[in-house]
């Protein structure tokens, strides 16, 4: 796999569900946007009882190691793909064309490597590294 063109990459805060206190709970990791333009709302409320909207920040694009555990298939409007999640939380997307590279890789759901940020159309996801 060639080097990805993009050079930033849109990030969120990631939140998860704890079922304890059934809430969402922010960690301290960032997750990519789904789809270029994306906006999300923060758990916060102002004084008039409103949500929050939280612009992306945009962080480089650099390759990273990691394990990905897969949790979910997705099928939209324009993309199909996996989701999966790390040991923190954070969750990531995986095109058709790359879950066809993951899926010899993974061991009982999970796979390990170096990952990098890829666009596709108007999609973001993830993909494994080769530089």
């Keep these: 796999m060639k080097k990805t063109k993009i050079k930033q990459i849109p990030m969120f805060p990631t939140h998860y569900w704890d079922d304890k206190l059934k809430q969402h709970v922010k960690i301290d990791a960032l997750s990519h946007a789904d789809y270029n333009g994306e906006v999300r709302w923060s758990d916060q409320k102002t004084e008039d009882d409103r949500w929050i909207k939280l612009d992306p920040v945009m962080i480089d694009n650099v390759p990273w190691e990691d394990e990905l555990i897969y949790d979910s298939f997705y099928r939209g409007r324009s993309a199909a793909g996996g989701i999966f999640k790390n040991s923190i939380g954070q969750r990531f997307t995986v095109f058709m064309t790359d879950l066809d590279k993951f899926i010899p890789l993974m061991v009982n759901?999970?796979?390990?490597?170096?990952?990098?940020?890829c666009k596709r159309g108007m999609n973001y996801g993830v993909t494994l590294f080769e530089g």
Excluded: D, H, N
């Design 109 to 117: 759901g999970k796979i390990k490597g170096t990952f990098i940020y």
